[in-house]
């Protein structure tokens, strides 16, 4: 099948060059769930640009009938972050000109539903999808204001014009996946949240971080905090309930880089997990991941370790490796200007966990990430 492919203005640089986007959209015989994946948010995290391309040459070989609802695939989609340079290196993760992370700029209509009470007890009885349907409406029309303020004579910082174009395709959703990596160097893992457990196992990945604690400024954050408050608020009503709305990010290996085996992780995972949910009906393909057990932990069990002196780090434990309380981690050669001679640091574990995430750069100055352990 082919795709419908629309491009997107963002941005028009003081050059008068413009920035656009690319949406490839992939529409079924069938009507069903909207799927929505993007990569490249942050500008150094490439390799869910290479899953998205494997990802659309298998979905030109399939046939209309095969594919029920539709999924769009933006990749590339902060042209700003992944054009950035510094020397040899792509940082990207920040808009240098606001100084905003962004992950971390988006509409979260959570925090301006202040009429959710009243929206629960007038839906109480309702059927799911209806209650869904309603609820979508007023987030929709709540978003579309943004659209005034972008369009007024003093418009917007560019951050929020940027966030309003990708929002704006992913609202009315049903599935949100973000593909990232570290900024530095870690394991294949994804991020989800509370009652997904079994759908984050579809991913055939072998661990997975529940985010148990967060602002709602992320982009997975803020698409799916308004439905999970609502969910909430129908329990307290005592009507237990659970929309078929789901956000993932995929950390995929290391930064700057585009890993093969993770990119195989995430296309073999992304296949499954449409089959799984009814997307792709096509015979066997489910059958890649069968019964995949995951090790599943919670974001506020994370601990970050930052350099306690400024130096080189010559000895570090392997990505991956499972530690101790007391097992040493690291070692600093730090150096001095006090007419002493050069010091080696060892630093310790704190408590016992995994170590999935190390810093690429191993000189650091006092204060900077050295290393993640999560619990």
Same mark, same amino acid.
């Given at each position: 099948?082919l ?16 920035? +656009? ?5 992939? &529409? ?15 500008g ?5 640009? #290479? /899953? ?17 609802g539709?999924?769009?695939? /933006? ?18 993760? %920040? ?11 988006f ?5 301006? #539903? ?11 009885? @309702?059927?799911?999808e ?7 409406? &007023?987030?929709?029309?709540q978003?579309? !204001? ?5 369009? +007024? ?23 949100? &996946? ?8 870690? @394991?294949? %893992? ?15 990945l ?18 799916? !905090? ?6 909430a ?13 789901? #956000? ?18 995430? /296309? ?22 069968k ?13 970050? %370790? ?15 490796? %499972? ?13 001095? !200007? ?8 060892? /630093?310790r #574990? ?22 993640? &352990?999560i +619990?």
């Amino acid at each position: 099948m082919l795709p419908v492919i629309g491009t997107i203005a963002l941005r028009q640089m003081a050059s008068g060059d413009r920035l +656009s986007l690319q949406v490839y959209k992939f &529409i079924g015989d069938q009507p069903g769930k909207k799927v929505y994946i993007q990569s490249n948010l942050h500008g150094a995290e490439i390799a869910g640009n #290479a /899953v998205i391309h494997q990802l659309i040459e298998f979905l030109l070989t399939i046939n209309d009938s095969d594919l029920v609802g539709e999924i769009w695939l /933006v990749p590339v989609c902060n042209p700003m972050g992944t054009n950035e340079r510094s020397h040899h290196f792509s940082p990207g993760r %920040y808009c240098v000109y606001e100084a905003k992370d962004w992950n971390r700029i988006f509409w979260d209509y959570e925090k301006e #539903a202040d009429n959710l009470v009243a929206f629960t007890k007038s839906q109480l009885h @309702l059927d799911l999808e209806v209650v869904r349907q309603n609820y979508l409406t &007023i987030i929709k029309q709540q978003f579309a !204001k943004s659209l005034e303020k972008i369009n +007024s004579p003093s418009s917007v910082p560019y951050t929020e014009l940027f966030s309003y174009k990708l929002q704006n395709l992913s609202l009315d959703a049903d599935y949100l &996946i973000d593909l990232h990596t570290s900024s530095n160097q870690a @394991l294949d %893992y994804l991020y989800y949240f509370r009652n997904r457990e079994d759908s984050a196992k579809y991913f055939g990945l072998d661990f997975g971080i529940l985010l148990d604690k967060y602002d709602g400024d992320a982009f997975d954050e803020a698409f799916i !905090k308004p439905w999970l408050a609502l969910e909430a608020c129908f329990k307290e009503f005592g009507r237990e309930i659970k929309f078929d709305v789901e #956000a993932w990010t995929l950390e995929l290996g290391t930064g700057m880089q585009i890993n093969p085996d993770s990119v195989a992780k995430g /296309v073999r995972g992304l296949k499954n997990y449409l089959a799984q949910k009814g997307i792709l009906q096509i015979p066997n393909l489910s059958d890649e991941i069968k019964n995949h057990e995951m090790t599943f932990a919670s974001s506020s069990n994370r601990k970050k %370790y930052y350099a306690i002196a400024g130096g080189m780090i010559q000895w570090r434990i392997e990505l991956g490796s %499972y530690v101790k309380a007391g097992e040493k981690l690291y070692q600093i050669l730090s150096f001095n !200007k006090e007419g002493n001679l050069p010091s080696v640091i060892d /630093v310790r #574990a704190q408590k016992d966990g995994l170590v999935y995430d190390v810093a690429t750069n191993q000189a650091v100055n006092q204060g900077e990430f050295v290393l993640g &352990i999560i +619990s």
